[in-house]
C-alpha cells in the first residue's frame, strides 16, 4: 500500500469516526428533546419525570457536542504547530 493510500484510508476512517461521534451525541440531544416536548408516551412514568429525565438528557448531549467539538479543534491546532515545527526543522537544517 502506497503512502496516498494510506493517508486516503486514514482520512476516510478520520472523518467517518467525526461523522459517527457528531451523530450519537447529537442523537442523545435529541431524545431529550422528545421527552421533553412530550411525543414519546411511557405507561409507568409520570410525565413530569419525563420532561425532567429529557432535560437532564439534553444538557448531557449539549455537554458532550460541545467537549467533542473543543477536543477537535486542540487537535486540528496541535497538528498545525506539529507541521510548522517541522517545517522550521527542515529550514534550520
Same mark, same amino acid.
Given at each position: 500500500?502506497?503512502?496516498?493510500? %494510506?493517508?486516503?484510508?486514514?482520512?476516510?476512517?478520520?472523518?467517518?469516526?467525526?461523522?459517527?461521534?457528531?451523530?450519537? %451525541?447529537?442523537?442523545?440531544?435529541?431524545?431529550?428533546?422528545?421527552?421533553?416536548?412530550?411525543?414519546?408516551?411511557?405507561?409507568?412514568?409520570?410525565?413530569?419525570?419525563? %420532561?425532567?429525565?429529557?432535560?437532564?438528557? =439534553?444538557?448531557?448531549?449539549?455537554?458532550?457536542?460541545?467537549?467533542?467539538?473543543? =477536543?477537535?479543534? %486542540?487537535?486540528?491546532?496541535?497538528?498545525?504547530?506539529?507541521?510548522?515545527?517541522?517545517?522550521?526543522?527542515?529550514?534550520?537544517?
Amino acid at each position: 500500500m502506497n503512502d496516498y493510500s %494510506r493517508q486516503k484510508s486514514k482520512f476516510d476512517f478520520d472523518m467517518l469516526m467525526k461523522v459517527l461521534n457528531y451523530s450519537l %451525541r447529537s442523537l442523545i440531544l435529541i431524545v431529550g428533546i422528545v421527552f421533553v416536548l412530550g411525543l414519546v408516551e411511557m405507561k409507568n412514568m409520570e410525565p413530569t419525570s419525563i %420532561r425532567v429525565f429529557g432535560a437532564i438528557m =439534553i444538557l448531557f448531549g449539549a455537554y458532550r457536542l460541545s467537549m467533542y467539538h473543543m =477536543i477537535m479543534k %486542540r487537535q486540528a491546532i496541535e497538528e498545525k504547530y506539529a507541521e510548522l515545527d517541522e517545517e522550521r526543522d527542515n529550514l534550520d537544517n
